[in-house]
């Protein structure tokens, strides 16, 4: 029989989720704007993505999202990933987490 391994508690994923809304709060100077409520002006300012992930998303850009909207909207997800794992700029790793996520929003099965 296969055990299961236990899996973060739903204490510390909590904890991981209040840490990183206070880092969006505290990114806006406290005007309670999180991450999907950002304009395309503040996504240019405030997701800033390291070397490594600029250079993929500079070659998977035509493939993944070929809207200016849809990058904006993998950013802001990424953006979130990297506050969840305590990240101050968005890694290639949150990139690649977001760009799963958003493999959910296309209509596959056609």
């Not at 070929?66 to 993998?74: E, I, W």
Request: net charge negative.
């Amino acid at each position: 029989m296969v055990q299961a391994h236990p899996g973060e508690s739903s204490q510390s994923i909590g904890a991981r989720v209040v840490k990183a809304r206070d880092r969006q709060f505290s990114r806006f100077d406290d005007e309670q704007i999180l991450n999907s409520g950002l304009s395309p002006v503040q996504v240019k300012d405030h997701c800033v993505v390291s070397k490594e992930a600029r250079d993929w998303l500079d070659t998977a850009l035509d493939k993944l999202l070929p809207t200016a909207r849809g990058y904006d909207r993998l950013l802001k997800v990424s953006r979130t990933i990297a506050d969840l794992h305590g990240n101050e700029n968005i890694e290639l790793t949150d990139i690649a987490e977001a760009a799963q996520y958003r493999s959910f929003d296309r209509d596959i099965f056609c």
